[in-house]
C-alpha cells in the first residue's frame, strides 16, 4: 500500500450542539443535561439569521487592540492572527481577511502577542495590579490560566457584559453552560478559534486491521448506542497480536489499544462520571465518593491495565499515536488534534482509519461524553475600564461572527476532500465528538490536585490502583472541599 502523507484535519464548521448543560438541576445525577428543541449551535430560527453585516460598526480611531496568545501549546492550532495572504493557503488567508475586515468596520488595529504559557498569569496579574493592562482579549488555558485569575478578579464575567450576547449563533451554548460557575461565565467558547475544539479526547481506529480480523461496523456501534468499554475490549482481544520475538511485550508488538496517562483519564470521563457536578444554582460539589463514580473507576481501572492495552508513553518507551501510524494498534486514545500535531502521526499514516467517541461505560448510559481536560485553551475577556470593555466586547463579536461566515466554511471545504477524513461517517462521529465535550469544574480549577497539578485519581487510575481510592478520597478530599469553599467565597463576591 502506498503510504499516504497525513495533513492536518480541519474541524467541521456546523458543529451539533445537542447538550446544553454540566449542570444536574432538574436533570438528575447525570452530567450533562438533555438538549432542548433549538437548532444546531442552540439558536432559533431568527438568532440563526444574525450575521457580521448586521452588528452595529463602530469607529475606535485607531485604537491598538491586543490579543495575548498562548506560545508553546505544541498540540494544537492557536492560530489568531496571519502576517499576509498566500494564495493556496485558504485557511491562513481566512483568518487573515477576517481581521482585515473587522479593522476597517471598527476603526481598529489588532495585535497579536504570543507569551510564554508559564508567563501568562504573572504578565497579567501584575499589569492589572499596576492599572496598566497592555491586554483587551486572551487566548489562555482554563485551569492554568484562566481559572486562578478569575478568582482573583481579573477576568470579567461573559454574563455581565452587555455589549457581549452569548446567544448569537457562533457562541456554543454547551460549552458555556458546563464551564460557568456561580452564574459566571469567565471561559469563553465560539468560532473565533479553533484550539477549544482540538483538544477533545477521542478514539481512532485502525480500518485495515478491523477489515483483517473481521471485526463489526464501529459506527454502527455508535449508531445504536451500543458502543461500550465491554464491545470495545472484544475488539481488542483479537487485534492484540504479538509480533516481537522478544518474549517481553514491546512498542514492536501490535495491541489493541495503544494511550497514555492523559488518554486513560479521557476515556474514564467517557464512562459518564465526573470529579464534581453543579446544582440547580450553578454550584459545584464533589461526586467522587458517590457509589456510581467509585463502580466506574474500578471497572476503568480493570479496563485499562488489560494485557491488550500498550501504555506506550509510559512502558514502551514511544508516541502512541506514532505506534498508531505504524500499524501497531487497533484503537488510539488520544486528543483530536493529535493527527496534525508534530508528536502525533503527521510523520505519515500508512493505513485508513477513522474516528469514534469514547465507549460509554455500558449500554445503560444515556450518551456519550467527551473529555475536555485542564490545558483546553478558551478566550477570555480582560477586566479593563467599561470603555475597554465594551470596545473588547464589540470587536469579540464581530471576529466571532466574521469566523462563522469566512474562516470556518473554509475548515469544511478543505476539510472534506481531505484524505485523512475518508468518509463521511468520520464527520458525522466528530460531530457526536464535539456535541459531547465534557467539562469539570474539579478540573478546571484544579480543587486539592485531586485531578489538577497533581493528578491524583489520574495516577491512581494510570498504575490501576482501585484499591487505594478510598484512602486518597480520605486524606485529600476535606482539602479539596475547603480549596473549592475558598475559590467560592472569593468568585461569590466579585463586583
Same mark, same amino acid.
Given at each position: ?102 479593522? &476597517? !468596520?471598527? +476603526?481598529?488595529?489588532? #495585535? $497579536?502577542?504570543?507569551?510564554?504559557? %508559564? ?6 496579574? @501584575? ?102 468499554? &465491554? !464491545?470495545? +475490549?472484544?475488539?481488542? #482481544? $483479537?487485534?492484540?497480536?504479538?509480533? %516481537? ?6 512498542? @514492536? ?243
Amino acid at each position: 500500500m502506498d503510504t499516504k502523507k497525513a495533513i492536518a484535519v480541519i474541524l467541521a464548521a456546523l458543529l451539533f450542539f445537542l447538550f446544553l448543560s454540566c449542570a444536574d438541576g432538574a436533570k438528575g445525577d447525570k452530567p450533562g443535561g438533555e438538549a432542548d428543541d433549538k437548532s444546531p449551535g442552540g439558536e432559533t430560527g431568527e438568532e440563526a439569521k444574525m450575521g457580521f453585516d448586521l452588528l452595529p460598526a463602530e469607529d475606535y480611531g485607531g485604537a491598538e487592540f491586543v490579543i495575548g496568545n498562548i506560545e508553546g501549546w505544541a498540540w494544537v492550532d492557536l492560530t489568531l492572527e496571519v502576517e499576509a495572504e498566500d494564495a493556496g493557503e485558504m485557511i491562513s488567508d481566512a483568518i487573515y481577511r477576517r481581521n482585515r475586515i473587522v479593522e &476597517d !468596520k471598527y +476603526n481598529v488595529s489588532l #495585535k $497579536v502577542i504570543e507569551i510564554p504559557y %508559564d508567563q501568562m498569569v504573572g504578565k497579567v496579574r @501584575n499589569q492589572m495590579m499596576a492599572g496598566d493592562c497592555e491586554y483587551d482579549l486572551m487566548q489562555m488555558a482554563m485551569q492554568y490560566t484562566v481559572a486562578p485569575l478569575s478568582v482573583e478578579g481579573y477576568i470579567a464575567d461573559a454574563n455581565k457584559l452587555e455589549k457581549l450576547d452569548l446567544t448569537h449563533p457562533w457562541w456554543d451554548d454547551f460549552a458555556h453552560a458546563c464551564s460557568s460557575i456561580l452564574g459566571k461565565q469567565f471561559f469563553l467558547f465560539g468560532d473565533f478559534t479553533i484550539a477549544d475544539k482540538e483538544y477533545a479526547n477521542v478514539v481512532f481506529f485502525n480500518k485495515e486491521l478491523q477489515q483483517r480480523y473481521g471485526l463489526p461496523d464501529f459506527y454502527q456501534f455508535v449508531y445504536d448506542g451500543s458502543w461500550t468499554i &465491554d !464491545k470495545m +475490549n472484544e475488539m481488542m #482481544k $483479537v487485534a492484540t497480536v504479538k509480533l %516481537d520475538a522478544s518474549e517481553k511485550w514491546t512498542k @514492536n508488538d501490535q495491541y489493541g489499544l495503544v494511550l497514555n496517562i492523559h488518554s486513560k483519564m479521557g476515556l474514564f470521563y467517557g464512562a459518564g462520571e465526573n470529579l464534581m457536578k453543579k446544582d440547580a444554582n450553578d454550584v459545584p460539589y464533589w461526586v467522587v465518593d458517590s457509589e456510581s463514580f467509585i463502580n466506574a473507576f474500578n471497572k476503568m481501572c480493570e479496563f485499562l491495565s488489560s494485557e491488550h492495552v500498550g501504555d506506550a508513553m509510559g512502558k514502551l518507551g514511544s508516541h502512541q499515536d506514532e505506534m498508531f501510524a505504524d500499524g501497531k494498534g487497533l484503537f488510539d486514545a488520544t486528543l483530536l488534534a493529535a493527527i496534525r500535531a508534530p508528536q502525533g502521526a503527521q510523520k505519515g499514516m500508512e493505513y485508513d482509519f477513522g474516528i469514534l467517541p469514547s465507549p460509554k461505560l455500558n449500554d445503560a448510559q444515556e450518551r456519550y461524553y467527551t473529555f475536555m481536560d485542564a490545558s483546553t485553551p478558551c478566550i477570555s475577556i480582560l477586566n479593563n475600564d467599561q470603555g475597554r470593555l465594551d470596545r473588547a466586547c464589540t470587536v469579540l463579536e464581530a471576529l466571532n461572527a466574521k469566523s462563522s461566515e469566512e474562516v470556518q466554511p473554509k475548515y469544511k471545504e478543505y476539510a472534506l476532500p481531505n484524505k485523512y477524513f475518508r468518509d463521511e461517517q468520520s464527520f458525522e462521529m466528530l460531530d457526536i465528538v464535539l456535541a459531547s465535550r465534557l467539562f469539570d469544574m474539579g478540573v478546571i480549577y484544579g480543587w486539592g490536585n485531586l485531578d489538577g497539578n497533581g493528578g491524583l485519581l489520574r495516577n491512581l487510575l494510570y498504575n490501576n490502583q482501585a484499591a487505594k481510592l478510598a484512602s486518597t478520597l480520605e486524606s485529600n478530599l476535606p482539602k479539596a472541599v475547603a480549596a473549592m469553599e475558598k475559590d467560592l467565597a472569593l468568585l461569590s463576591n466579585l463586583p
